[in-house]
């Protein structure tokens, strides 16, 4: 715990922690906290019949989803779980793609002007301030439904996240090998190489890999507004009332994601 | 990883890419090219959206806030949707976590606390959602519900890894004086983690708060729902009024989180919040 010695208390009696500015700012966040609660809570619709019935509708949804009906994984599931994995993998290397330049422009060592920075910055703030089901819902406004919408909208939220963290790694390089670099007359392409990459590379990597695995969860649901993937499978079964196959669709979401969290971590531990 | 210096002279590069990463990068194109092939995506396809996205955005523009008093229904009740997971979520998440963290626990105690975590952070809060609007019906309470379990997931994981990496000699100064137990916890190992939480904490609410605006798609209560029926009646441009509320709250939710995060760890007071320019770290770096 960080503090910065407090003045002394006006009458030295006794050692406090905090100043009483300090401690006044406290309590505002802990009244602006618990007001909020409470007015939440005063004002928050919740209908009573349905409360009441909530444990019978648990046992009829449990006793719907028993038994699974795995027979249905090589027709209906299959081919869509292999479709989200593509989307998440195709959307988070677009994204390199597309925030690698933004990131670039947003860091201010390498592009000195604050105009081109904070462009790159509202970009990239636009793109993380949209989720990727409301991305997912543009793209199939545009492109009609299907995987394609679901690779874009996963790529376009990720822009923001990897941008940004990209652009924070590139302002945090030490500035040595690249004013050598530039002193012994590189041009701006071999300071990039050269200079920077070697410094930001396992930052990129492990930023990729991180982004990869939220993008496989994420990806999942893109089906649910027509974006492709086992969200589409989910969304159909849901529509018919089949809980036994969404009870199979729920557990092949849950595999693919442990898998993919597994995987990721045994990748960043070889890799970095 | 090539810091080698080349063999013969003839090599054209300095620092030449190692084979291993010449090979996972071949492999990553032939799955890129094979990947692109099963999602049916051409030039002609894309070419049609891009003519779509024109008139598109031309329907979106100017936003339509004619419906002002749904959209600030949605809004509110996002936003109450938001408050009281994050809330709940934290006070659950908190025994979770302690029970998940091996080097207090013991395993019986620390694994089916370690599982439910991963269970969950495993599904998106859109699908939980579904689940709760099954479970308790249409609007809010399976939305909070719902955001709930995500809370779990993610400060429940976040708190176990930050306990497991505190420091053992304070627990054991404190163990050393005869302490029971809640006390080791309380003046050895809270402490030791306060800031770390604050941070956690204030990351959840930010993103419960973009998540309420969503799990209205699947009918659990918020904004979201208001958002995917404009869509499915083509009303672009209420969507981008909506869309443009959506990230107004979310920036909202962002300075608000800054603000607690700066009283809270870095000891800001009032005042100094809201003087312009202020350093966000004006402490002492080597005060750890």
């Known amino acids: 715990m960080a503090s910065a010695a407090p003045p002394l208390p006006a009458d030295a009696r006794g050692w406090q922690r905090f100043t009483p500015a300090q401690r006044i700012g406290r309590f505002a966040i802990y009244l602006l906290l618990v007001a909020g609660i409470v007015a939440s809570l005063r004002t928050i619709e919740v209908i009573p019949e349905f409360l009441a019935d909530a444990p019978e509708q648990v046992v009829d949804l449990l006793t719907r989803m028993w038994p699974i009906a795995w027979n249905y994984y090589p027709r209906g599931v299959h081919a869509a779980l292999l479709e989200t994995i593509h989307i998440a993998s195709l959307g988070t290397l677009l994204a390199l793609l597309l925030a690698t330049p933004v990131g670039i422009l947003a860091a201010h060592r390498l592009v000195p002007l604050w105009p081109v920075n904070w462009l790159a910055r509202l970009i990239l703030v636009a793109s993380r301030s949209v989720n990727s089901l409301v991305w997912a819902l543009i793209f199939v406004g545009i492109f009609g439904p299907g995987p394609l919408a679901g690779t874009l909208a996963i790529a376009f939220r990720s822009i923001g996240f990897v941008g940004k963290l990209v652009g924070e790694a590139l302002d945090e390089t030490h500035a040595g090998p690249i004013e050598a670099l530039r002193a012994a007359g590189a041009p701006w392409v071999s300071v990039l190489g050269f200079g920077y990459w070697p410094q930001v590379r396992p930052a990129f990597w492990s930023i990729a890999l991180f982004r990869f695995d939220i993008n496989v969860r994420e990806s999942a649901v893109l089906g649910l507004v027509g974006a492709g993937g086992i969200g589409m499978a989910l969304d159909a079964a849901l529509n018919l009332f089949q809980w036994d196959r969404v009870a199979l669709i729920l557990v092949a979401m849950f595999v693919v994601v442990v898998a993919a969290e597994v995987g990721v971590t045994q990748v960043r531990k070889r890799l970095l | ?288």
């Open chain 2, 1 to 288: 990883m090539s810091h080698k210096a080349p063999v013969t002279p003839a090599t054209p590069y300095t620092f030449p890419t190692s084979r291993a990463a010449q090979i996972t990068f071949a492999l990553l194109a032939v799955y890129v090219a094979y990947a692109l092939t099963q999602l049916d995506v051409s030039l002609e396809r894309v070419q049609q959206g891009l003519a779509h996205s024109s008139r598109f955005l031309g329907r979106m523009i100017p936003p339509n806030f004619a419906r002002a008093e749904l959209l600030w229904k949605g809004l509110a009740e996002s936003l109450q949707i938001a408050v009281l997971a994050s809330a709940l979520g934290i006070v659950l998440a908190l025994p979770f976590g302690l029970l998940g963290a091996r080097n207090l626990m013991p395993p019986w105690v620390s694994w089916p606390a370690r599982l439910i975590v991963v269970l969950a952070r495993s599904f998106h809060p859109v699908v939980v959602a579904i689940l709760f609007v099954k479970a308790v019906g249409f609007g809010a309470l399976a939305g909070i519900l719902a955001l709930t379990v995500a809370s779990i997931g993610f400060i429940g994981k976040l708190f176990t890894e930050a306990i497991e990496e505190v420091s053992i000699k304070q627990v054991e100064a404190v163990r050393a004086t005869g302490a029971p137990f809640m006390s080791v916890l309380a003046f050895g190992v809270l402490p030791q983690v306060f800031s770390r939480f604050i941070g956690f904490a204030t990351y959840q609410l930010d993103s419960n708060l973009r998540n309420s605006t969503m799990v209205g798609i699947v009918g659990a209560g918020g904004i979201g729902g208001t958002l995917f029926a404009a869509f499915q009646r083509f009303d672009y441009d209420f969507v981008s009024a909506i869309l443009l509320s959506i990230i107004a709250l979310i920036m909202a939710g962002e300075v608000l989180a800054t603000a607690v995060r700066r009283v809270f760890i870095d000891n800001a007071t009032l005042r100094q919040l809201f003087r312009r320019g202020s350093p966000s770290h004006d402490r002492p770096l080597d005060d750890d």
